[in-house]
């Protein structure tokens, strides 16, 4: 009869073999990524940034020049003192009508606001109206 260690070991062996092949193609894999970036990504990449950059540096300069800078400025004001404006509105106006219907309901006043008429009372004596 055979030695059932002997099959485990022949399987384990195998099994070792696969991952060690897995693994050597990973490394192979990782390393000519990064061959490739080497090679073609960064010369490419310094050749771009070194092209662009006066460009974009001399169009920051334009526009931080004294007319844009007024323009930018009262435009984020302008925008400020519009949402403040709004928000400031919705806020207050709650709070206010609030206190209005209180001071209605305590005073037993009526601020121009239309309520349902009051049904009549009517007092039934012995049955009758």
């Not at 399987?11 to 990973?26: M, N, Q």
């Not at 080497?38 to 310094?46: D, E, L």
């Not at 709650?94 to 007092?123: D, Y």
């Amino acid at each position: 009869m055979g030695d059932p260690h002997r099959k485990w070991s022949q399987a384990s062996t195998f099994e070792t073999t696969i991952w060690a092949i897995k693994i050597a193609l990973i490394c192979v894999g990782i390393g000519s990524c990064l061959i490739l970036f080497k090679i073609a990504v960064i010369p490419y990449t310094s050749a771009f940034l070194i092209s662009t950059i006066p460009c974009f540096w001399s169009s920051i300069k334009v526009f931080l020049s004294p007319p844009y800078i007024y323009i930018l400025l009262n435009f984020i004001i302008v925008a400020i003192v519009a949402s403040s404006t709004f928000h400031h509105q919705s806020q207050i106006i709650k709070p206010v009508r609030k206190a209005l219907l209180h001071t209605e309901k305590s005073l037993n006043l009526n601020f121009g606001l239309k309520r349902p008429p009051k049904s009549p009372i009517v007092k039934i004596k012995n049955g009758k109206m």
